[in-house]
């Protein structure tokens, strides 16, 4: 095993949360076996679907851009706090949604490279102007 740095896991996060406005994802390093749980409901079922899930499904084209996340490392997880804002409007007003999620990207690896393993979301959507 080869040590990963938390400045690389971050940067594999952070190409998560961009992914999410962009809807590019090819280059988020997933696991194989990537999962993703969203309050409790698992939304992701491999790397490859949550890669095909952030390209082109609907429930990821609405979203419109991402704020900057605020990181935090502990042991092998990544916690990013952040905003987004989708596209649609809902009487006059945009929908958005604070983002709390968790990602564990071990800080070691077989490769040396870090590689999301299983996401965790938890998500408050908001009206603003």
């Given at each position: 095993?080869?040590?990963?740095?938390?400045?690389?896991?971050?940067?594999?996060?952070?190409?998560?949360?961009?992914?999410?406005?962009?809807?590019?994802?090819?280059?988020?390093p997933?696991?194989?076996?990537?999962?993703?749980?969203?309050?409790?409901?698992?939304?992701?079922?491999?790397?490859?679907?949550?890669r095909?899930?952030?390209?082109?499904?609907?429930?990821?084209?609405?979203?419109?851009?991402?704020?900057?996340?605020?990181?935090?490392?502990?042991?092998?997880?990544?916690?990013?706090?952040?905003?987004?804002?989708?596209?649609?409007?809902?009487?006059?007003?945009?929908?958005?949604?604070?983002?709390?999620?968790?990602?564990?990207?071990?800080?070691?690896?077989?490769?040396?490279?870090?590689?999301?393993?299983?996401?965790?979301?938890?998500?408050?959507?908001?009206?603003?102007?």
């Amino acid at each position: 095993m080869a040590p990963v740095s938390d400045a690389d896991r971050i940067a594999a996060a952070r190409a998560y949360i961009e992914a999410l406005a962009s809807h590019r994802a090819d280059a988020v390093p997933f696991a194989p076996d990537c999962t993703r749980t969203e309050v409790g409901i698992k939304t992701g079922f491999s790397g490859n679907h949550l890669r095909r899930s952030l390209n082109g499904g609907l429930q990821y084209r609405v979203i419109e851009s991402v704020s900057d996340p605020e990181f935090t490392v502990l042991g092998d997880t990544v916690r990013a706090r952040f905003q987004l804002s989708t596209k649609p409007t809902l009487f006059g007003r945009k929908v958005g949604a604070r983002v709390d999620e968790t990602f564990l990207i071990p800080a070691d690896s077989p490769s040396g490279q870090p590689r999301i393993h299983h996401i965790r979301a938890s998500i408050r959507p908001f009206l603003t102007r």
